[in-house]
T-cell receptor, first 109, second 114 residues
């Protein structure tokens, strides 16, 4: 089974940097995904890590350490539109995704 | 239409009703999924279909019955639901089973059971 932990809420100022941590325990790790979900909308894919290290995509970066069961999502140059819930999801096997409860990020002017 | 669509977007039903949720993906994907998202809880995987064959039933009560007539369409038939079944039901699809393929989500159906 899965045990995925991430903070419930974070608040930051426009233009700042925020780091959302995710820790997990799994019996068959096969990749970690980050999704963004705005209120009332579908989750949208942000990043995927399967090997240790940092993946950078514009203002968003994601890091993975498999030995520590740890990942983070880094949001740089925060914009108001980045206010959303960020979901950490761990894949077991070929298709099974287990999600954390999500971190609600509020960006203030 | 593009991406993953779901209908209806909102549904209110009594505990004795029978209704169906519909999902359609326009991405040419081969795997489709049903998830349940309750307030303040993680998304829960309910069912998985790969090439129209069900490959996962995540201990879901029999009052939820999935149907996948082809790789583009997925239904969730509902009957004699309970108030605790009220939630957002999300459909997703992915290209194939493989590990690096991200899942694309539909906008969800907000279900309220009265």
């Amino acid at each position: 089974g899965q045990n995925i932990d991430q903070p419930t809420e974070m608040t930051a100022t426009e233009g700042a940097i925020v780091q959302i941590n995710c820790t997990y325990q799994t019996s068959g790790f096969n990749g970690l995904f980050w999704y963004q979900q705005h209120a009332g909308e579908a989750p949208t894919f942000l990043s995927y890590n399967v090997l240790d290290g940092l993946e950078e995509k514009g203002r968003f970066s994601s890091f993975l350490s498999r030995s520590k069961g740890y990942s983070y999502l880094l949001l740089k140059e925060l914009q108001m539109k980045d206010s959303a819930s960020y979901l950490c999801a761990v894949k077991e096997g070929d298709y099974k995704l287990s999600f954390g409860a999500g971190t609600t990020v509020t960006v203030r002017a | 239409e593009t991406g993953v669509t779901q209908t209806p977007r909102h549904l209110v039903m009594g505990m004795t009703n029978k209704k169906s949720l519909k999902c359609e993906q326009h991405l040419g994907h081969n795997a489709m999924y049903w998830y349940k998202q309750s307030a303040k809880k993680p998304l829960e995987l309910m069912f998985v279909y790969n090439f129209k064959e069900q490959t996962e039933n995540n201990s879901v009560p029999s009052r939820f019955s999935p149907e996948c007539p082809n790789s583009s369409h997925l239904f969730l038939h509902l009957h004699t639901l309970q108030p605790e079944d009220s939630a957002l039901y999300l459909c997703a699809s992915s290209q194939e089973y493989g590990s690096s393929y991200e899942q694309y989500f539909g906008p969800g159906t907000r279900l309220t059971v009265t």
